[in-house]
C-alpha cells in the first residue's frame, strides 16, 4: 500500500492530507474521508486507509488546515465553530479537498465519493449539495442541517445517510427535516436508522454518556457493509 501527505491550498491556508492507495497502472475511484470536529486525526487517516484495501484511493482530508487536531472538547469546539457558523468557508474547503484528490495522478477524476464522521458529513453533505461532479456521498452519525442560505436545488450525488435513533445532536425531527430536503432537491438518497444507538457510534473511542457519543459495534459493523455496498454501486 503507497500512503503519502498531500498538502495543498485553500487560497493562504495549507491543508495536510493523507493519501492511501494501492499502486497500480490504472487509475482509481477515489473516496474522501472528512474528518470529526477532533480534525484530521489517526480515526479518519485509518479510514483512508481501509478504503485502499478495498481497492480505492482513500484521502483523508483536512478542513480545518495546517494540520491542527483539537483534544480538549474546548479546543474542538473552537476549531468547528468557524466552519459552522459560516458554511460558505466550509464549502470553500470541501471543494478545495474534491479539487486536490481529482487531480491525483491515481485518481480516476470521473469516479469521486466522499464519507465522512459526525462533522464530517456535513462536510460531505455539503459537498454533494453544491458538486455535480461528485458521484456518492456516505454520512456516518453526521450533522444534516443545510445552510440557511443555500436555496434547494438538484443534488446529483447518491446519498445514503447512517445515523443512530437515539443521535442527541441529531433528533428524528431534524431527520425528517433532512428527508423533506432530500425529496426537494430530488436526490438518489437513503437513511439506515439503528436503534438503541447514539452519536459517534462507529468510534471505539466514544464513551461519553453526558455528550451522547457512545460506540456501538453492532451498528458500526451494520454500517460499514452498507458503505461497501454503496461505493460498489455508484461506482
Known amino acids: 500500500m503507497q500512503t503519502e501527505a498531500l498538502t495543498y491550498q485553500d487560497h493562504d491556508t495549507a491543508l495536510h492530507g493523507h493519501i492511501a492507495y494501492q499502486s497500480s497502472e490504472t487509475k482509481k475511484p477515489a473516496v474522501i474521508v472528512f474528518h470529526d470536529w477532533s480534525g484530521c486525526n489517526p480515526f479518519a487517516i485509518n479510514k483512508a486507509k481501509e478504503l485502499a484495501e478495498l481497492g480505492y484511493v482513500g484521502f483523508a482530508a483536512d478542513i480545518y488546515g495546517e494540520g491542527q487536531v483539537g483534544t480538549t472538547l474546548e479546543e474542538k469546539q473552537a476549531l468547528i465553530t468557524p466552519f459552522t457558523t459560516d458554511r460558505a468557508k466550509l464549502s470553500k474547503r470541501v471543494h478545495a479537498a474534491f479539487d486536490a484528490i481529482k487531480n491525483h495522478p491515481a485518481v480516476d477524476g470521473n469516479k469521486i465519493a466522499a464519507i465522512g464522521f459526525c462533522f464530517g458529513g456535513l462536510c460531505a453533505l455539503d459537498l454533494a449539495r453544491t458538486s455535480k461532479e461528485l458521484k456518492g456521498v456516505v454520512?456516518?452519525?453526521?450533522l444534516l442541517n443545510r445552510p440557511e442560505d443555500l436555496p434547494i436545488s438538484p443534488i446529483s450525488a447518491d446519498i445514503l445517510v447512517l445515523h443512530g435513533f437515539e443521535d442527541p445532536m441529531v433528533p428524528p425531527e431534524q431527520v425528517l427535516a433532512f428527508c423533506e430536503e432530500m425529496q426537494q432537491s430530488d436526490a438518489s438518497w437513503q437513511i439506515d436508522m439503528y436503534g438503541k444507538t447514539q452519536h459517534a457510534f462507529t468510534n471505539p473511542e466514544a464513551h461519553d454518556t453526558n455528550l451522547g457519543t457512545i460506540y456501538e459495534p453492532k451498528a458500526?459493523?451494520?454500517?460499514?457493509?452498507?458503505?461497501?455496498?454503496?461505493?460498489e454501486e455508484i461506482f
Do not use: E, I, N, V
Open 139 to 142: 454520512s456516518f452519525h453526521g
Open 220 to 231: 458500526c459493523t451494520r454500517a460499514m457493509q452498507s458503505m461497501t455496498h454503496f461505493l
